[in-house]
């Protein structure tokens, strides 16, 4: 999955016709970053973050996060906002 963002990312830059040297000088990172980005060879959420800012692509942050609903029991006046998730249920275990 990291090598295939990578990839997406390095096509964007391509057809942007921005040489990794440009992108790396404008997202304020190193080169060497870029190209680990790039290959999906572990790179930072920074380096991720500010690279698809350089190209103009941060709206794709905006898919990521599910879509908000609207929770009914958020409606009454007694309910409160979550402060966290849940842990999963544990199967229950046949004897």
Do not use: Y
């Not at 040489?19 to 790039?38: H, M, P």
């Not at 060879?41 to 609903?69: M, Y």
């Amino acid at each position: 999955m990291e090598a295939e963002l990578g990839e997406k990312i390095k096509r964007l830059r391509i057809s942007r016709n921005l040489d990794q040297k440009t992108v790396a000088d404008r997202s304020g990172i190193s080169v060497r970053a870029l190209r680990n980005l790039e290959c999906g060879n572990g790179s930072s959420l920074h380096t991720l973050v500010v690279v698809l800012r350089t190209l103009g692509r941060e709206k794709w942050f905006d898919t990521i996060a599910p879509v908000a609903t609207i929770d009914p029991l958020m409606l009454t006046r007694e309910a409160k906002p979550r402060q966290r998730a849940s842990k999963p249920r544990k199967p229950k275990s046949i004897a």
